[in-house]
């Protein structure tokens, strides 16, 4: 590996000062013999040994979403790496301090109808931080980046797809010409699972060569003992009686948030009341509204919470009977595989990337896109059947800390960015 890549100026006079003050008057001519050339390899190694590759996250905000979330988790589970961190929004957000708590973070905001002034500060910024890779984290976003790369003398940028980009933009042309105008100064993509890998080859025609699969990752045993906290104090409390059903998903277009109201609409119809609680800020004020509304209209507003941004998810998730992940698009899934470490049965739209995460149906119950009958249903089902709960919990419990624990995750960037 070359002594750039390593982040280290072979000119550096310093070093080269104190070794030659090491050496007798007879060696300070610099002999090039092979027993010289040895001793000086093996005292540049030995002051290399504090080195870091350098590492640059470029990310859109830090607000607390599950993609901020999956980069500062990989972050923290790669220490032996200098990270730093740019982020493109006006808002420092609710994550910049743990952010800075772990990595260098820097501002350069995108200003709408600005493109090149952004490309320019970019790329500036990106020569005086003198990365030896770029993670750009926004798929399409990480044509620009891999042009101010380039420009920047950057040696290697990948791009992060953590969505299905088609569905994202509503469109295939535009992602697909994002990503081949980025090839050449890209050197690949990461996709977050096997679903969007397919999308990218499939849908974009990128190459299968240029892609890396690199799976999503949680802390499945902190997000275990804290999921027992929370079921702890929950039996403590008098509760209502009523089976607790929770979404953690951010309010936004691509989730389902009305099919689960509709399905509490339908389960007390049928007799039963069961609790609905929504966590995760709104995307728009007026969406969460229109929810609000909604559940007045079905006659459930009694049943239904809306609990904001929380930071006790996993507590929140232990002390529910079942999670629910109602959606119209899905990259991963970050919030089924925390509901898998939690212990809790989960509830997925039938949408390729959560087929995959719960293995076909074995780790979950998985019902049709927007199809609140089916919903209601499978609530019921897990509800009545204790040994069905059972067994998708031990079998989630089994996949999520085999293949989706963070430091599988760590491992495979870990990989990435040390090829």
């Known amino acids: 590996m070359s002594g750039r890549a390593l982040g280290y100026d072979t000119s550096d006079r310093l070093l080269r000062t104190q070794w030659r003050s090491e050496q007798s008057d007879q060696d300070d001519q610099y002999d090039c013999g092979l027993a010289q050339a040895a001793r000086i390899w093996e005292y540049i190694q030995d002051n290399m040994a504090d080195k870091k ?3 640059v996250h470029v990310l859109g905000n830090l607000n607390r979403g599950g993609l901020q979330l999956r980069v500062l988790n990989l972050i923290r589970h790669l220490p032996s790496f200098a990270h730093s961190v740019v982020f493109q929004s006006t808002e420092k957000g609710p994550l910049y301090a743990h952010f800075a708590g772990v990595a260098d973070v820097q501002q350069c905001v995108y200003h709408r109808g600005h ?6 500060r970019l790329t500036g910024l990106l020569r005086k931080t003198g990365p030896d890779v770029v993670l750009a984290h926004l798929f399409g976003n990480h044509t620009l980046v891999s042009w101010a790369g380039f420009l920047a003398g950057v040696p290697r940028t990948y791009g992060v797809s953590a969505n299905d980009p088609v569905q994202y933009s509503r469109s295939v042309w535009k992602p697909m010409a994002l990503a081949h105008a980025a090839r050449p100064f890209c050197r690949g993509e990461v996709a977050v699972s096997e679903a969007v890998g397919r999308i990218l080859t499939s849908r974009l025609h990128l190459p299968t060569r240029r892609i890396r699969v690199v799976p999503n990752g949680c802390s499945t045993g902190e997000i275990a003992a804290r999921a027992a906290e929370g079921r702890n104090a929950a039996a403590q409390r008098a509760q209502s009686g009523n089976a607790r059903v929770f979404m953690p998903s951010r309010i936004s277009p691509p989730k389902a948030h009305a099919t689960a109201l509709r399905a509490i609409h339908l389960l007390r119809g049928e007799g039963r009341d069961v ?6 800020g709104a995307l728009y004020e007026a969406m969460q509204a229109q929810l609000e509304s909604l559940a007045d209209e079905l006659a459930i507003r009694d049943l239904v919470q809306f609990l904001g941004v929380r930071d006790d998810v996993p507590e929140l998730m232990g002390a529910s009977d079942i999670v629910i992940h109602a959606t119209r698009t899905e990259g991963f899934g970050m919030v089924v595989i925390e509901a898998m470490a939690a ?3 989960v509830i997925a739209t039938d949408v390729p990337a959560c087929r995959e995460v719960l293995d076909r149906g074995s780790c979950g119950l998985l019902v049709p896109l927007e199809d609140a009958p089916a919903l209601a249903q499978a609530i019921s089902k897990i509800l009545d059947d ?15 800390r085999a293949r989706y624990d963070v430091s599988h995750m760590a491992a495979g960037y870990a990989e990435l960015l040390l090829a």
């Open 343 to 345: 212990g809790v049965p």
């Open 275 to 280: 609790e609905l609680s929504f966590a995760g």
């Open 115 to 120: 493109t090149f002034d952004f490309f320019r």
């Open 386 to 400: 204790e040994a069905l709960r059972a067994q998708l919990v031990h079998a989630a419990s089994e996949r999520v």
């Open 53 to 55: 590759l350098r590492v």
